[in-house]
């Protein structure tokens, strides 16, 4: 099971990031590259965010990572769905940062001039827990 799971979030690049702040849910589509740990993951966003404020308000987040796009909605049994809890932190660490960076615009490109820009922060999701549902009924 956890090499099915390793392998998804590596296969995978995008992830929808639940943040929350004074009991008010909040989602986010994110792009995110891999820790070479295997018990962390990435993502780099705007100190002006919404999502930026909630994390450092309540660090704790859940992130849903899943193959819907690979299957038609004939086959939407097959996807997997892996959700993912954590904690985040900031990424402050200059050589951390660095690598998380390389990793993040290797996997996303478009992403560069976020990452670049003054105003950017790397995040690290701390893992903490997983839960994998194959299809419909198998978790």
Do not use: W
């Not at 994390?55 to 796009?69: A, F, G, Q």
């Not at 998380?100 to 976020?114: D, K, Q």
């Not at 990452?115 to 690290?124: G, N, R, Y």
Request: aromatic share 6%; with cysteine.
């Amino acid at each position: 099971m956890l090499q099915k799971i390793n392998e998804l979030i590596s296969e995978m690049d995008m992830y929808v990031l639940a943040t929350s702040r004074q009991d008010r849910p909040y989602c986010s589509l994110m792009a995110y590259g891999c820790g070479r740990n295997g018990k962390d993951i990435y993502m780099v966003t705007g100190r002006g965010t919404k999502k930026f404020s909630n994390i450092m308000d309540n660090p704790y987040v859940s992130l849903m990572i899943d193959t819907r796009e690979r299957h038609g909605r004939e086959a939407r049994s097959e996807t997997l769905a892996l959700t993912v809890e954590g904690r985040c932190r900031r990424v402050e660490d200059a050589d951390e940062r660095t690598e998380a960076l390389e990793e993040l615009t290797r996997r996303h490109p478009n992403i560069r001039s976020l990452a670049e820009s003054a105003d950017a922060e790397v995040i690290c999701v701390e893992i903490s827990s997983y839960l994998l549902l194959e299809g419909l009924h198998r978790a």
